[in-house]
């Protein structure tokens, strides 16, 4: 079912997408045609090789194989006019009427078959000269066979058939070829055809025959086509512009290069015998076929319903679908209900994405028809629940850059904010303040969340690791550094000279030196160590508590003391400050090179306010 839903919205798609691609759709189908060995062309390549044996090869009428080929046009022309009908249009109005109007008044038959059965008759060939009757083909019926009407399968849908004023334009240069081709410019009939379309075209150009589908910008370009073919070659009425300036203007605005000619005179001079002989017909008509009939094609009248709107037919297409939908839902709700008793308004809280499917689309029509792709929702559900294929990795990925991204910038942000407030407090002076100052008797209650002094148990634990794990391995270069430094003092002493003088004493300094740095370092290194396990094994003593808290507060009136002198304050003020400002461009922010030299230039700017402001 999950395929099927997907069936369904592809042909949606293709039917909401239809007019805007349908030049595309004709396309395609006009270079298909030319590619296939269609009915009309095996017809037409029968009537050139009976030319040729009656021509080139001159063979009689009476010959086995002219006889023969006679044989096959009869045949054919029962296959094509009553077997089955390889032409699209089978009204009026369309090639084949054209094709069996002139073929039975010609051959005065009563019907199309009854002529065509004469028609390729050896006798009524014999009677009626075979050069002039297949003149007669080639002038006014060949050109009938080979034209192409631009009629897709899939336009009854939409109510579309080719518009018959540009077909009928279309039949006429195509007789107007078969024509010249055949008698030459010079023919009677050819002025004819000639004034014809000169008068279809000031037709074509007034009327407006695009507007009915909504394609007047059609016309629009046939005309810039038209005036572009005939002035360009005009001195007189060639735009006055370089080609660096006529080709791209003659692209974005040929109304502006164009406006001060005609298309309706363009049309006039273009449909024209001295027109022809002076630039070839040939060419002419290469022209045509290349720049402007595809557009004439392109064009095509659309019907309207009962309702006053474009006909369209695709709810009957759709409805079949919609039945499945139901009907699949029908199911689902009656297994479910013999298995969980189900309610009906709980089975659609299940299936809720199934509703788009149900509704048949000339619901969707009342309203907004592109409200169908709602089914988009149905077709994802359903394909998900089939994992066909399998998004949960795709979606997974999705998810986690998200959330990664969301988070990376909700970090950033919060760090950034943390530290320009750290970086505010250090700049106003508030956090010597309150590191320096004692603090006031009333103050607000602090909130203790586990009844532990967090300072002092990090004090402690930092004074664990620095005398029981950080001092005994540093011992020996403690050691070498001592010994180095004892030695070199007592080198420079007079008393150490002398006793080195002195018989048998020579390496007594040397053993005093050591002696003194071994004592100074395990004083050093194992002591504390054995002071703190001993302090955190004994019984409280009151008295080293007291000159503990003694040598404590001490240290802390001396320390704040030394640092409140001179610009000492100031100093590590702006030493925190740049560092803080290095982490959140290093590691938080990330930023840029122009953004770290504007930031650098706000950081200079404000020591310079801190000192100009005293602080």
Same mark, same amino acid.
């Given at each position: 079912m999950a395929i099927v839903s997907l069936a369904n919205l592809v042909v949606v798609v293709f039917d909401l997408s239809y007019l805007k691609l349908r030049d595309f759709y004709l396309l395609v189908d006009l270079q298909w045609r030319q590619m296939k060995n269609t009915d009309q062309k095996q017809y037409i390549k029968k009537v050139d090789d009976l030319k040729n044996a009656l021509g080139e090869e001159q063979k009689s009428l009476d010959s086995p194989e002219v006889r023969a080929l006679l044989g096959e046009l009869r045949q054919l022309s029962v296959n094509i006019f009553n077997a089955h009908n390889p032409f699209r249009m089978t009204d009026e109005y369309g090639a084949l009427a054209e094709l069996k109007k002139r073929m039975v008044e010609h051959m005065g038959a009563p019907d199309v078959k009854t002529a065509f059965n004469q028609f390729w008759s050896p006798e009524y060939l014999a009677a009626k000269t075979w050069r002039q009757e297949l003149e007669f083909f080639d002038t006014n019926i060949r050109f009938l066979f080979n034209f192409y009407e631009p009629h897709l399968f899939y336009d009854p849908i939409k109510g579309i058939e080719p518009y018959r004023t540009t077909q009928k334009y279309l039949r006429k240069v195509d007789e107007l070829r078969a024509a010249v081709k055949v008698k030459g410019l010079a023919a009677p009939e050819v002025d004819k055809l000639l004034a014809d379309l000169r008068s279809r075209s000031q037709e074509l150009v007034e009327d407006n025959p695009f507007e009915t589908a909504n394609k007047s910008g059609t016309l629009e370009e046939i005309k810039y086509q038209i005036r572009r073919h005939i002035y360009s070659r005009d001195p007189e009425t060639?735009?006055?512009?370089?080609?660096?300036? !006529?080709?791209?203007?003659?692209?974005? !605005?040929?109304?502006?290069?164009?406006?001060?000619?005609?298309?309706?005179?363009?049309?006039?001079?273009?449909?024209?015998?001295?027109?022809?002989?002076?630039?070839?017909? @040939?060419?002419?008509?290469?022209f045509f076929d290349k720049d402007l009939r595809f557009l004439l094609q392109t064009n095509y009248f659309r019907h309207l319903g009962t309702d006053s709107r474009p006909l369209d037919r695709f709810w009957l297409l759709d409805l079949p679908w919609t039945g499945i939908f139901l009907g699949e839902?029908?199911?689902?709700?009656?297994?479910?209900?013999?298995?969980?008793?189900?309610?009906?308004?709980? !089975?659609?809280?299940?299936?809720?994405?199934?509703?788009?499917?149900?509704?048949?689309?000339?619901?969707?029509?009342?309203?907004?028809?592109?409200?169908?792709?709602?089914?988009?929702?149905?077709?994802?559900?359903?394909?998900?629940?089939?994992?066909?294929?399998?998004?949960?990795?795709?979606?997974?990925?999705?998810?986690l850059g998200f959330v990664g991204s969301f988070a990376e910038e909700m970090t950033t942000t919060v760090v950034v904010r943390v530290i320009d407030q750290v970086q505010e407090l250090v700049e106003k002076g508030e956090l010597a303040k309150s590191l320096l100052q004692p603090a006031p008797k009333e103050k607000k209650a602090y909130i203790d969340i586990n009844e532990t002094n967090e300072i002092q148990a990090?004090?402690?634990?930092?004074?664990?690791?620095?005398?029981?794990?950080?001092?005994?391995?540093?011992?020996?270069?403690?050691?070498?550094?001592?010994?180095? @430094?004892?030695?070199?003092?007592?080198?420079?002493?007079?008393?150490?000279?002398?006793?080195?003088?002195?018989?048998?004493?020579?390496?007594?300094?040397?053993?005093? !030196?050591s002696g003194l740095v071994t004592q100074v370092t395990k004083m050093i290194t194992e002591s504390p160590q054995n002071a703190y396990q001993a302090s955190k094994n004994a019984e409280p003593d009151p008295i080293a508590v007291e000159l503990s808290q003694r040598l404590a507060n001490k240290f802390s009136a001396a320390l704040s003391s030394e640092l409140q002198r001179e610009h000492t304050i100031d100093e590590l003020q702006s030493l925190v400050y740049d560092l803080l400002e290095e982490i959140k461009i290093n590691y938080v922010k990330r930023l840029s090179q122009d953004e770290i030299?504007?930031?650098?230039?706000?950081?200079?700017?404000?020591?310079? @306010?801190?000192?100009?402001?005293?602080?």
């Amino acid at each position: 079912m999950a395929i099927v839903s997907l069936a369904n919205l592809v042909v949606v798609v293709f039917d909401l997408s239809y007019l805007k691609l349908r030049d595309f759709y004709l396309l395609v189908d006009l270079q298909w045609r030319q590619m296939k060995n269609t009915d009309q062309k095996q017809y037409i390549k029968k009537v050139d090789d009976l030319k040729n044996a009656l021509g080139e090869e001159q063979k009689s009428l009476d010959s086995p194989e002219v006889r023969a080929l006679l044989g096959e046009l009869r045949q054919l022309s029962v296959n094509i006019f009553n077997a089955h009908n390889p032409f699209r249009m089978t009204d009026e109005y369309g090639a084949l009427a054209e094709l069996k109007k002139r073929m039975v008044e010609h051959m005065g038959a009563p019907d199309v078959k009854t002529a065509f059965n004469q028609f390729w008759s050896p006798e009524y060939l014999a009677a009626k000269t075979w050069r002039q009757e297949l003149e007669f083909f080639d002038t006014n019926i060949r050109f009938l066979f080979n034209f192409y009407e631009p009629h897709l399968f899939y336009d009854p849908i939409k109510g579309i058939e080719p518009y018959r004023t540009t077909q009928k334009y279309l039949r006429k240069v195509d007789e107007l070829r078969a024509a010249v081709k055949v008698k030459g410019l010079a023919a009677p009939e050819v002025d004819k055809l000639l004034a014809d379309l000169r008068s279809r075209s000031q037709e074509l150009v007034e009327d407006n025959p695009f507007e009915t589908a909504n394609k007047s910008g059609t016309l629009e370009e046939i005309k810039y086509q038209i005036r572009r073919h005939i002035y360009s070659r005009d001195p007189e009425t060639k735009p006055k512009l370089s080609p660096i300036l !006529a080709v791209p203007l003659d692209y974005i !605005a040929p109304e502006l290069l164009w406006a001060n000619t005609s298309a309706k005179d363009a049309f006039d001079i273009f449909w024209t015998r001295e027109n022809f002989q002076s630039n070839g017909w @040939q060419k002419e008509l290469e022209f045509f076929d290349k720049d402007l009939r595809f557009l004439l094609q392109t064009n095509y009248f659309r019907h309207l319903g009962t309702d006053s709107r474009p006909l369209d037919r695709f709810w009957l297409l759709d409805l079949p679908w919609t039945g499945i939908f139901l009907g699949e839902f029908i199911l689902f709700y009656w297994w479910v209900r013999r298995r969980e008793s189900l309610k009906l308004s709980e !089975a659609i809280v299940v299936r809720w994405y199934d509703i788009f499917l149900g509704i048949p689309f000339f619901v969707f029509r009342e309203i907004l028809p592109q409200l169908v792709l709602l089914r988009v929702v149905s077709v994802v559900m359903r394909l998900d629940r089939a994992k066909f294929p399998d998004m949960e990795g795709i979606r997974a990925k999705i998810s986690l850059g998200f959330v990664g991204s969301f988070a990376e910038e909700m970090t950033t942000t919060v760090v950034v904010r943390v530290i320009d407030q750290v970086q505010e407090l250090v700049e106003k002076g508030e956090l010597a303040k309150s590191l320096l100052q004692p603090a006031p008797k009333e103050k607000k209650a602090y909130i203790d969340i586990n009844e532990t002094n967090e300072i002092q148990a990090i004090g402690n634990r930092l004074l664990q690791i620095a005398v029981c794990h950080v001092l005994p391995n540093i011992q020996p270069e403690l050691e070498a550094y001592l010994r180095y @430094q004892i030695e070199a003092a007592m080198k420079k002493s007079t008393l150490y000279q002398r006793i080195q003088k002195l018989p048998g004493l020579g390496r007594f300094p040397d053993q005093v !030196a050591s002696g003194l740095v071994t004592q100074v370092t395990k004083m050093i290194t194992e002591s504390p160590q054995n002071a703190y396990q001993a302090s955190k094994n004994a019984e409280p003593d009151p008295i080293a508590v007291e000159l503990s808290q003694r040598l404590a507060n001490k240290f802390s009136a001396a320390l704040s003391s030394e640092l409140q002198r001179e610009h000492t304050i100031d100093e590590l003020q702006s030493l925190v400050y740049d560092l803080l400002e290095e982490i959140k461009i290093n590691y938080v922010k990330r930023l840029s090179q122009d953004e770290i030299e504007q930031i650098l230039l706000d950081v200079e700017a404000n020591k310079q @306010q801190a000192r100009l402001t005293g602080r």
